[in-house]
């Protein structure tokens, strides 16, 4: 999954603060969860998690990933001869006959394709989306799949859809000519479930699609890691299509771009006059041994407002700080400013 501000490549630097700084971590958060990669990295490291977005394709993703602590075994499929319903989707080319729908109803290819006369996919590609995503849909209303295989499967087909996708990476804008990328056709691919999967209970694996101060509260784990928005821009728009393919709702859309109204999916984060408060609401009602939080050294709270956030609610002896430049994580070849870093802040709650 191609996405703003992941966080893959600077994990092994917030592993080393809790390897340096804490003691007895078992369990972890991550409320502003995005990609969902440093849950996945939380969870192969044997650590309990709770992650959390706003975004409701963000929660598909982990929880068709990380949720899942047994091996799937699409029985229900299995009883009406699918063995195997990655291959299976990955067939699906055309309407079926026992699919109760018309192509009225492939909103992709209706209004994301040439067809609606958008190029974000070709419209063989923006077809093959909707019809995958019907199936998965019909399979679980008539009972063929579990919650956790249906959002495996949801999983799979959206981390495979920026693969095709004709854009720079986001989904603000569509090309004006067709990438290669977009030209090949969208297939499916089985996603790894983070080990442990076994019967073991002794971690677990929760997932939310809430406001991160409407569940800070109830969530009492060791460790809390946080990086919410940094800039005043919206992440919706960027990832829109993700988001209709996730909740294949037929919104209202408009514009150049086709986006959907996203006014409940508005995060204060990015709120210039609000996201200092809200980060004080969130580091106060932090209940975590320890807290880590990432943030840009372009975004809209200061490193001096941020230390002071911490050291309000945190030990001033534990307070630690790292300025990861840019292109320390950044392909060699990535044209960079310097002066960009990803900021980690570590502190020990009092």
Known sequence: MRFIGGKSLIFPNIMEMIETYTEGVRSASDLFSGSGVVTRLFKRAGLSTYSNDLMYFSYVLLRGTTSISLPLKFEGLRKIGISDPVRYLNGVTDLKADLDYDTKALFMYQNYSPRGGRMYFTESNARKIDL???????????????????????????????????????????????????????????????????????????????????????????????????????????????????????????????????????????????????????????????????????????????????????????????????NRYKNASTKHNNNLSERLYFVAKK
């Open 132 to 326: 995958i995503r019907l199936t998965i849909e019909q399979w679980r209303d008539k009972g063929y799949l579990s919650d956790d295989e249906y959002f495996h499967l949801l999983a799979i087909l959206l981390e495979a859809v920026p693969f095709v996708s004709n854009t720079t990476g986001v989904y603000g804008a569509f090309l004006k000519h067709w990438d290669p990328r977009a030209l090949k056709p969208l297939t499916l691919e089985y996603l790894p479930l983070e080990a442990p999967l076994s019967m073991d209970r002794s971690t677990h694996h929760i997932v939310y699609n809430r406001d991160s101060l409407d569940i800070v509260d109830s969530i009492d784990v060791d460790l809390a890691y946080y990086d919410p928005p940094y800039n005043q821009r919206q992440y919706l728009p960027n990832y829109h299509i993700l988001e209709t393919i996730a909740r294949y709702d037929y919104p209202e859309i408009k514009g150049k771009t086709g986006l959907r109204d996203y006014t409940n999916e508005r995060s204060l984060f990015c709120s210039k006059s609000k996201v200092y408060d809200e980060t004080k609401r969130l580091i106060e009602r932090t209940h975590a041994r320890y807290i880590i939080f990432s943030y840009n050294s372009e975004g809209l709270l200061s490193h001096q407002e941020i230390k002071e956030l911490l050291l309000s609610y945190g030990s001033e002896r534990s307070f630690k700080y790292k300025a990861i430049q840019y």
